[in-house]
């Protein structure tokens, strides 16, 4: 059984919207596209290339899905030639034609469980409503979080009120600090929290 991570760009207040342009993902009236590159440093690059080489398959929502599939076949270079090569799947119930070469078709994210069976290292980029999906499905192992140090407000967050399922998560490596601000925390999944404990008593 392969490990299924998800790699999120978030903000302190745990948007994911549109972090790689202007124009990424303007729905819902998001007015702040492009927030990541402030931020960028070699560091942190390094940090995101080794995680894509890593992956040997790629599974994204519509929406992500559809952002990545009119852009990256346009691009050149190491990551656009890693993401071009790779098997990918997507999530829908309304996709007929994939077009991005490689792209298999799942109906539903419980047809997540067969590519586990079939890949070693699978990533999710993006695509905030696959993982939550998933992580209800029991089928998300790892949370790759790279947070950034501003808030907006709004946008699309990871877990918006009353999203989310009782989880919880221990260290996979220590966290990892880039120069401009942003910083790695990687999560394994380590089933249920743990509570009804008095602090007092500990």
Do not use: C
Not at 7 to 21: E, I, R, S
Not at 54 to 81: C, E, N, V
Not at 95 to 102: H, P, Q, S, V
């Amino acid at each position: 059984m392969g490990t299924l991570s998800v790699d999120l760009f978030l903000t302190l207040d745990g948007v994911y919207q549109a972090p790689g342009g202007p124009d990424e993902d303007t729905s819902d009236g998001f007015e702040y596209g492009g927030w990541q590159a402030a931020y960028s440093d070699e560091e942190a690059g390094a940090a995101i290339t080794a995680g894509i080489d890593r992956m040997d398959a790629l599974l994204l929502g519509r929406k992500t899905y559809d952002i990545f599939a009119q852009y990256w076949p346009q691009q050149s270079g190491h990551i656009a030639d890693k993401l071009n090569g790779l098997p990918k799947f997507v999530v829908s119930s309304t996709l007929a034609d994939a077009n991005w070469e490689g792209t298999t078709v799942l109906a539903e994210a419980k047809d997540v469980a067969a590519v586990k069976e079939r890949f070693n290292d699978i990533h999710i980029i993006g695509s905030g409503v696959l993982a939550r999906s998933l992580l209800e499905a029991g089928l998300l192992d790892r949370l790759n979080l790279y947070l950034y140090p501003l808030t907006f407000g709004s946008g699309k967050r990871l877990f918006p009120d009353g999203a989310g399922v009782p989880a919880a998560f221990r260290l996979a490596q220590p966290p990892q600090a880039f120069p401009n601000g942003a910083i790695l925390l990687a999560y394994d999944r380590a089933g249920d929290p743990v509570t009804g404990i008095d602090i007092g008593q500990m």
